[in-house]
């Protein structure tokens, strides 16, 4: 916020230079800045004219003699404009002076004659919009001639970042307020005089409210006999300094108050509204409003709008319509001060990109009294500078003060919040220039806030206006007395190593966003309409309206990106967050996608994995593997090794939890040894590579990381190295053909007990020496004794595997 010094200076005596009040300032939690209006001028001062002829050849140029106060006399300047009178101060411009915008003034000749500098305007000095004329200063004695025109009108502006918390410091008061209270000057508020006269307002202006939760107050006044012309030279410049761009008088006041006191306003031309019947509602769904910058807008049901008997006049705290706008022509008018819900204004600017000075105020939050009070100051301004009648009364539809917030805080806990030592005095003594009423004595206060305060609203909140009035700068910083937390394993460590076991392997991490959008679902497979989706209420795009339930379409979209940047050899994993929901019950935060118990919201860790083309070449001269499901289950096998967990077990996937973005038949599901699934991988299915643009036959696994971490050991226990060679042995087993290869690997690993080291098949056969619907899977076993003679225990054990293999799954050993 832009805050001109000499405008701050009406309500609060400042002795502090403008670098030493925007170091307060800042101290106090308002980053300030300091600006200088004119200091870009150079070579500008204050000049009286003595003459004032017309241009010889130019019927519309003046020739004027400038006195600037110099030993060889008035000067020579060329002139357009035409409000010039002798006698008249004004700003000149000399001969290599530079105005705003890096204008530069140069000797030229016009019309046959030499100018020798420029008269300006208030728009060319940016001291207004006024571009017709010259900026009259005065008249000969009011300002000594040849004075540099910065030390007449130049502005120490300070450039104040308010936080969204503190509205109520939007304004002039409310600084004020706040240098009143750090540096014990006194506060003045401007006097409010209001003289009502003519017929009551109640009998021109009527207000119903539809929507009360979203206007807890709306006043109104109205005005006969406007005289809408600019307003004074003094409002210009103040609203100029403070940023904001002159209109008409009526308009001008508005602002002008706005900035004064921290309440937006806004005016209606009165005979523009029916039978001055103002409704306060929602907008209706593509209902159009034009408003005052004459931009057409489609609103939606979720916006609050000002609207008469038919239609909507204007945007509820952002902006009015240019239907009721406030023009030359206006002779009445009815002028609102009202609060609206900051959270509807915020969402209805950001919705349309219509972000004003009005919203912001209303989005930070206005205190209960402040509306009546603006309306008041705002009624008499106009009265002075139109010339119009007031009505009498006011039209308000919550006109009993509210009973101030109370707070109950305890002194003790206050000074642990601060590091600081105070009782229950010193926090009084420290509040009250805040406005805050404290009472109680001894260990617990009692903290009455003011109405503008809408951000004190806990006993930290309180701690926090005292620690800006004690000064931060004077807390002493310490270390806490706190006994050091007990050792706790870092959560993420599991997840880290198997990130870098993975890469060690040659895969590429990838790092995607967890908001998905509902074509990826689609294109995955996937239901984009399942009800356990975890959807945003408010998103910014389609493409970022739902947490990924799973890691599949991640993995999908990062190899399609790659497809298309020709990249058709990637083995990519990520390791991130998925998200489901089920309506019926409480919370389960470590759950799978593969569990069917437990009901709620929950997040959960999940490993994505997915491989297309060919690897790079472990080894100088060894062959690339390329991507199929033999290689995603090698990787997940050495993954598991790595980490120290059992190697896991692969079955077929259940019929009723199918993964339908795989090729039916080539999926698994990948399970512990009690046949609990905890993940699974399988073949891309050529629907989903068509869908996504993929090229090949990618695979890709889904594994629980936390399910898979439990699977680890606490304690890492060394074997010895053995002495003896390993013994190897082959079987050859025949089970029915509708049994998964995994399965019989997973009961021949239980069943083989410690001594075995290695198992994996080598062949598979199916042909007439046995039988139709049967298959033969050969599998190679080898075992590592510790000592030498150990041999029949290798036997035991190879002959328990084939009771295990015929008890459980009907097995033949050939």
């Given at each position: 916020m832009r805050v001109p010094l000499s405008w701050l200076r009406d309500y609060v005596d400042i002795e502090l230079s403008p670098r030493q009040l925007a170091e307060a300032l800042t101290m106090r939690g308002m980053e300030a800045a300091v600006e200088t209006t004119g200091a870009d001028w150079t070579d500008v001062v204050v000049g009286?004219?003595?003459?004032?002829?017309?241009?010889?050849?130019?019927?519309?140029?003046?020739?004027?003699?400038?006195?600037?106060?110099?030993?060889?006399?008035?000067?020579?300047?060329?002139?357009?404009?035409?409000?010039?009178?002798?006698?008249?101060?004004?700003?000149?411009?000399?001969?290599?002076?530079?105005?705003?915008?890096?204008?530069?003034?140069?000797?030229?000749?016009?019309r046959g004659v030499v100018s020798n500098g420029m008269l300006c305007s208030a728009i060319e000095l940016g001291l207004g919009t006024d571009a017709d004329g010259i900026h009259i200063l005065g008249r000969a004695g009011d300002i000594p001639v040849g004075t540099p025109l910065a030390e007449v009108v130049g502005e120490t502006v300070l450039d104040v970042d308010v936080k969204p918390n503190r509205g109520d410091a939007l304004s002039m008061v409310g600084l004020a307020r706040e240098i009143a209270a750090f540096t014990g000057a006194e506060l003045r508020l401007p006097s409010v005089t209001v003289e009502e006269s003519g017929e009551p307002t109640a009998a021109h202006v009527s207000v119903r409210i539809d929507e009360p939760e979203l206007n807890p107050r709306f006043t109104a006044r109205w005005f006969d006999g406007v005289v809408n012309g600019p307003s004074p030279e003094w409002m210009q410049r103040r609203l100029v300094a403070a940023g904001m761009r002159?209109?008409?008088?009526?308009?001008?006041?508005?602002?002008?108050?706005?900035?004064?006191?921290?309440?937006?306003?806004?005016?209606?031309?009165?005979?523009?509204?029916?039978?001055?019947?103002?409704?306060?509602?929602?907008?209706?769904?593509?209902?159009?409003?034009?408003?005052?910058d004459h931009v057409e807008r489609t609103l939606d049901e979720r916006m609050l709008v000002i609207a008469d008997r038919e239609r909507a006049i204007g945007l509820a705290g952002i902006m009015g319509g240019a239907s009721t706008e406030v023009t030359e022509a206006t002779r009445r008018i009815i002028l609102e001060s009202a609060i609206f819900h900051g959270p509807t204004i915020r969402n209805t600017a950001r919705r349309l990109g219509l972000r004003s000075e009005a919203s912001m105020r209303h989005e930070k939050g206005i205190g209960h009294d402040l509306p009546r009070f603006a309306a008041d100051r705002a009624a008499s301004l106009i009265a002075e500078i139109t010339g119009a009648s007031v009505g009498r009364g006011i039209v308000d539809n919550d006109p009993e003060p509210k009973p101030a917030r109370r707070i109950d805080v305890r002194v003790d806990?206050?000074?642990?919040?601060?590091?600081?030592?105070?009782?229950?005095?010193?926090?009084?003594?420290?509040?009250?220039?805040?406005?805050?009423?404290?009472?109680?004595?001894?260990?617990?206060?009692?903290?009455?806030?003011?109405?503008?305060?809408?951000?004190?609203?806990?006993?930290?909140?309180?701690?926090?206006?005292?620690?800006?009035a004690y000064g931060y700068e004077r807390i002493e910083g310490r270390l806490p007395y706190a006994a050091l937390p007990a050792y706790r394993e870092d959560p993420s460590a599991g997840r880290n190593r198997a990130r870098r076991v993975l890469a060690g392997m040659g895969l590429d991490e990838v790092l995607t966003y967890a908001l998905i959008g509902p074509d990826d679902l689609v294109r995955s497979g996937l239901e984009a309409a399942d009800a356990r989706l975890v959807r945003i209420y408010n998103p910014l795009s389609a493409d970022h309206a739902i947490l990924r339930p799973s890691m599949t379409p991640s993995m999908l979209a990062a190899l399609a990106e790659n497809a298309r940047r020709r990249r058709s050899d990637a083995w990519l994993f990520e390791l991130g967050k998925v998200y489901w929901y089920r309506p019926d019950g409480p919370e389960t935060p470590r759950e799978t996608r593969s569990d069917t118990a437990g009901t709620g919201r929950y997040e959960s860790w999940e490993l994505g994995i997915i491989l297309s083309g060919r690897a790079a070449p472990p080894a100088p001269?060894?062959?690339?593997?390329?991507?199929?499901?033999?290689?995603?289950?090698?990787?997940?096998?050495?993954?598991?090794?790595?980490?120290?967990?059992?190697?896991?077990?692969?079955?077929?996937?259940?019929?009723?939890?199918?993964?339908?973005?795989?090729?039916?038949?080539?999926?698994?599901?990948i399970v512990d040894a009690a046949g609990r699934p905890y993940g699974s991988l399988g073949e891309v299915h050529p629907r989903v590579v068509e869908a996504w643009g993929l090229v090949g036959r990618p695979v890709d696994a889904s594994i629980s990381i936390d399910r898979l971490l439990d699977l680890v050991p606490a304690e890492t226990r060394s074997r010895p190295i053995p002495s003896a060679q390993p013994v190897d042995r082959d079987l050859a087993v025949v089970v029915d053909e509708g049994t998964p290869l995994g399965e019989v690997l997973r009961v021949a690993r239980m069943s083989a007990g410690p001594l075995l080291d290695e198992l994996r098949p080598f062949d598979i056969y199916r042909g007439e020496q046995i039988g139709p619907g049967r298959v033969s899977y050969a599998l190679a076993f080898r075992f590592q004794p510790l000592e030498a003679g150990e041999e029949r225990a290798v036997d035991k054990a190879l002959n328990k595997v084939r009771g295990s293999l015929q008890h459980h799954l009907g097995a033949e050993i050939r």
């Open positions: 009286r004219l003595v003459d004032v002829e017309r241009h010889p050849d130019a019927d519309t140029l003046w020739l004027t003699k400038v006195d600037i106060g110099g030993d060889d006399g008035p000067i020579e300047i060329v002139c357009g404009a035409q409000n010039l009178e002798v006698g008249q101060l004004v700003p000149a411009a000399l001969v290599g002076s530079v105005l705003p915008g890096d204008r530069r003034i140069e000797r030229t000749k016009i002159p209109i008409s008088a009526v308009v001008d006041v508005t602002n002008y108050v706005m900035h004064e006191l921290g309440q937006p306003m806004h005016a209606y031309d009165a005979d523009a509204v029916p039978a001055g019947e103002i409704v306060v509602r929602r907008a209706a769904g593509a209902e159009r409003l034009t408003t005052i806990r206050l000074n642990r919040l601060l590091g600081v030592e105070l009782d229950a005095a010193a926090i009084g003594e420290l509040l009250a220039p805040l406005g805050f009423d404290v009472s109680g004595t001894g260990d617990e206060v009692v903290v009455g806030v003011p109405s503008h305060r809408l951000d004190v609203s806990a006993p930290a909140d309180v701690a926090e206006e005292v620690a800006r001269g060894e062959d690339a593997v390329s991507a199929d499901v033999a290689a995603i289950q090698g990787v997940v096998d050495a993954l598991h090794d790595a980490l120290g967990a059992p190697r896991p077990a692969y079955r077929a996937e259940d019929p009723n939890d199918r993964h339908p973005h795989r090729h039916p038949g080539r999926t698994g599901l």
